[in-house]
């Protein structure tokens, strides 16, 4: 209520009580009937005044309400008619208010619309039990080819696995669906995302073209690769090429060499025979990593395989000066599915890592921890060397990558490709203190 209601409504109560106190005092000192019944009636006159205050004031809150819900100019006239000059001034500011904030969500939603539009994922959001489609983009459009479809129902003649697919959906599942667009063949994962909002609920769907992913971290592992092999191949042919290039030379320009010179070539054919034999050597590597056996699957006790492979281990590498030691967590009912021989490999080449992380004077300490998580049995190897190279975790399962000078690079990438044949993963984790390498592998119930 402002300044000026705030005055009128004391003045009336003012003139109602005196009024009444008037009235008392007549009827106090009995004076003639008709001075009271006048008195009466003028109370009545002011009490109904009141009243009418009231209605009227309460009428204008209303209609300031009415107006401010609609927010529409029309109203917004028609209510601030007979308003006071308070109510229309805020009625202005929450109006100008409510204005500015309804063009802001239109333009954060034409912004949004925009930025799906543009997605490569075809997205589509579905609304209610008639499963209306309220938002969709170019993608989603040109996967079902029907720019016009209102509801779902719309577009099941021509994609009825599709839409049933859409239909049986849940957040989280995992599906795909096979589909066709202008390059062909393409197949998509679904996703999925439920919310309600005003009481409404949401479906948005986004089918991605699995393929498209896949290339680009195809073409990402071969680029890697390819700068490995690459490097490796041209530290041994640079030399050679060069070499025997200068040796030609010397050799067609100096018929009957002397001693020192016909020593310095013996030297420079050393040196070519020896890049040959690493290229050789690199060879035959490449060839261990390309024709991994099928794994010949096993029933093996995990504790004692470890211990077993442990002391295989120390017998190759400890000597008098330097043994490393190995704790070992792993419950004696633990039982793996796998490939003896081949994980084997993988365990020796995680140890031997391990162990040659640890710098000069550190002694080398591992612990082995095995758990069955569900399906799984989970084996975590912890040393206390210097930890991965820092940014070249995502390198250190590429083939032939190396940062060690005598190292060969096929470590990691042959236990990777072990244990993925064994249906399994290996991770390397971040730790604290050194390096930790975690390995899943099948478990078998007993
Ligand atoms: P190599 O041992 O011949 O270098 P690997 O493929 O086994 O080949 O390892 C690749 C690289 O990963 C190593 O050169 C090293 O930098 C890093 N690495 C592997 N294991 C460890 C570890 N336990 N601690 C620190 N770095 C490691």
């Not at 000066?321 to 190995?326: D, E, N």
């Amino acid at each position: 209520m402002g300044k000026r209601e705030t005055m009128r409504l004391f003045l009336r109560l003012g003139l109602i009580m005196a009024s009444m106190m008037l009235l008392a005092f007549l009827w106090s000192i009995e004076a003639s009937p008709v001075k009271v019944a006048f008195m009466i009636l003028l109370v009545l006159i002011l009490i109904g005044e009141l009243w009418s205050f009231l209605i009227h004031w309460r009428r204008e809150t209303l209609r300031f309400l009415q107006g401010l819900a609609s927010a529409d100019p029309a109203r917004l006239q028609s209510a601030t008619g007979n308003m006071s000059q308070d109510l229309v001034l805020l009625f202005n500011q929450l109006s100008d208010r409510l204005r500015t904030l309804k063009l802001e969500k239109e333009q954060q939603y034409r912004y949004l619309a925009m930025l799906v539009e543009q997605l490569e994922v075809a997205v589509v959001c579905i609304s209610g039990e008639e499963e209306e489609l309220v938002l969709s983009n170019e993608a989603w459009r040109i996967l079902t080819g029907n720019a016009h479809a209102i509801r779902l129902r719309s577009l099941e003649p021509d994609f009825p696995v599709l839409i049933s697919l859409l239909r049986e959906h849940r957040p989280g599942m995992r599906q795909t669906y096979r589909g066709e667009n202008h390059s062909g063949q393409i197949t998509y994962a679904l996703g999925l995302s439920a919310f309600t909002l005003s009481d409404k609920s949401y479906r948005l769907f986004t089918l991605t073209d699995i393929h498209a992913a896949m290339r680009v971290g195809e073409m990402e592992a071969w680029q890697r690769l390819l700068r490995v092999l690459t490097h490796e191949i041209m530290n041994s042919i640079a030399p050679i090429s060069s070499l025997s290039e200068t040796l030609s030379q010397q050799m067609k320009h100096n018929l009957k060499p002397s001693e020192t010179m016909l020593h310095g070539w013996a030297e420079a054919m050393q040196a070519i025979a020896s890049r040959s034999e690493n290229l050789l050597a690199f060879t035959n590597r490449y060839r261990q990593l390309s024709r991994l056996p099928e794994p010949r699957f096993a029933p093996i006790p995990l504790k004692s395989f470890i211990e077993n492979i442990w002391l295989l281990f120390i017998h190759s590498y400890a000597s008098s000066s330097f043994s490393p030691t190995m704790t070992l967590a792993c419950e004696e009912a633990l039982t793996i599915k796998a490939d003896k021989g081949l994980l084997e490999q993988v365990l020796l080449n995680i140890f031997k890592n391990a162990v040659e992380a640890c710098g000069a004077g550190v002694l080398p300490h591992i612990q082995v921890e095995a758990v069955l998580q569900g399906e799984m049995v989970e084996i975590l190897i912890k040393d206390n060397g210097e930890g991965f190279p820092p940014g070249l975790e995502s390198d250190l399962f590429l083939p032939f990558f190396t940062t060690k000078p005598e190292g060969s690079g096929i470590g990691l990438s042959l236990c990777r490709q072990i244990v993925l044949r064994h249906g399994g993963e290996i991770r390397l984790l971040a730790a604290e203190t050194g390096a930790c390498v975690a390995i899943t592998l099948p478990a078998i119930h007993p």
